[in-house]
């Protein structure tokens, strides 16, 4: 019996010393295998980054703009209540909800550079040094907004409309920089339908270069066509690299974003002329 | 042989929610909707209605349809239109 307890009390001590060990092992290699850890992590997050496509981004941006919505009306209507009754109760209130709407419109912004820093890299591949400029500048702007952790802690109104208006500085050149963005992503995707379409005519080019058996006068309004797509393809192609150029030096003076969206617009249309001329040529016996 | 084992537990496991990651990722890339060029299922084709003039369906007609649906100022880039500015009033 005695011999029983003696090696039931030796067993657990064995196992308590076994358990200890693994304990005492997996806190060694805790410490002893940051790296391994910190770069399994990296990867990790990584990868996640990656995933994120450009619809998640979009979701996650509409989403985030839903919730500024939501607190901007609770914020105007605690705003009134306040100046309407003007009680202890009321500025607490009105405190409260602007602090939340501060921040839910920093995130809301954050979300949305967010989305328009992937669709830039996804449309452009960040090819130049002034789409690696803008790139650079959208993740500045999302890091500099993500470490503002003082919004939203203000517990007076003379703090609160410091940071507010501290935050609001950025706005003019946050929105240089969001309309820079948009115009390369949109010249991008029409250099790339222009250059389809050059293909095209080429090939068209080449399978007419020789003699046809079409009537003369056929042949000539066929000619004539061909130059007409010819001409509106160069102009669109003239207009977005116009555009071009200026964006490459967006940061040198003054600088308007909806006259180069009217010459994209523009170039688009020359674009459309071009292409559907080309298809009904293309269409023809 | 703790010690092992802990190493594989570290090689392992990460590799494993490393792939599963890249599994995601491709999933994801390959169930992007991609722009059709065919007909829906259940329009009428050419020979339901032979009086149709058939057109040709190559990349160029594909082409056209992608130019004339893109805009330059997307409505998926466009940044929500509201009030950006908020304040309190003096104290």
């Known amino acids: ?285 | 042989m703790n010690g092992r084992r802990l190493n594989l537990v570290w090689l392992i496991l990460p590799s494993v929610v490393f792939f599963l990651l890249v599994a995601t990722f491709i999933i994801k890339l390959s169930r992007r909707p991609a722009i059709s060029t065919q007909a829906p299922v259940g329009s009428p084709t050419p020979l339901d209605n032979p009086a149709a003039t058939p057109e040709t369906d190559n990349g160029l007609t594909s082409l056209v349809r992608q130019i004339a649906g893109w805009q330059v100022n997307d409505l998926r880039l466009a940044a929500p239109p509201f009030d950006r500015k908020i304040s309190l009033p003096s104290e």
């Open chain 1, 1 to 285: 019996m005695a011999d029983a307890h003696a090696l039931g009390a030796c067993l657990r001590k064995k196992v308590e010393v076994q358990l200890l060990s693994r304990a005492h092992k997996f806190c060694y290699y805790l410490v002893m295998k940051w790296w391994l850890i910190g770069g399994w992590a990296f990867l990790a997050g990584a990868t996640v980054v990656m995933a994120q496509s450009v619809g998640d981004l979009y979701a996650q941006a509409v989403d985030a703009g839903t919730q500024y919505r939501s607190a901007y009306s609770a914020y105007v209507q605690a705003k009134n209540q306040h100046l309407q009754y003007n009680t202890g109760t009321t500025r607490v209130e009105a405190i409260g909800k602007t602090n939340a709407v501060l921040i839910s419109r920093n995130k809301w912004l954050i979300d949305y550079l967010k989305y328009l820093r992937q669709m830039l890299a996804e449309v452009t591949t960040i090819a130049n040094y002034p789409q690696t400029v803008v790139y650079l500048g959208l993740e500045n702007q999302i890091n500099s907004l993500s470490g503002l952790t003082e919004l939203g802690q203000g517990d007076s109104f003379t703090k609160i409309n410091a940071a507010s208006n501290d935050w609001e500085k950025r706005l003019e050149q946050m929105d240089k920089l969001i309309g820079v963005s948009q115009l390369q992503i949109s010249s991008t995707k029409l250099a790339n339908f222009q250059n389809q379409l050059g293909g095209y005519m080429e090939e068209y080019i080449q399978n007419h270069s020789t003699p046809s058996a079409l009537p003369a006068g056929r042949q000539a309004a066929q000619a004539t066509t061909l130059t007409l797509i010819t001409d509106k393809l160069a102009a669109s192609i003239a207009d977005r690299k116009e555009v071009d150029q200026q964006l490459a030096v967006y940061n040198t003076g003054y600088w308007s974003a909806s006259s180069y969206i009217q010459q994209l617009d523009r170039s688009h249309q020359q674009l459309l002329e071009a292409a559907k001329l080309l298809a009904e040529l293309t269409n023809q016996p």
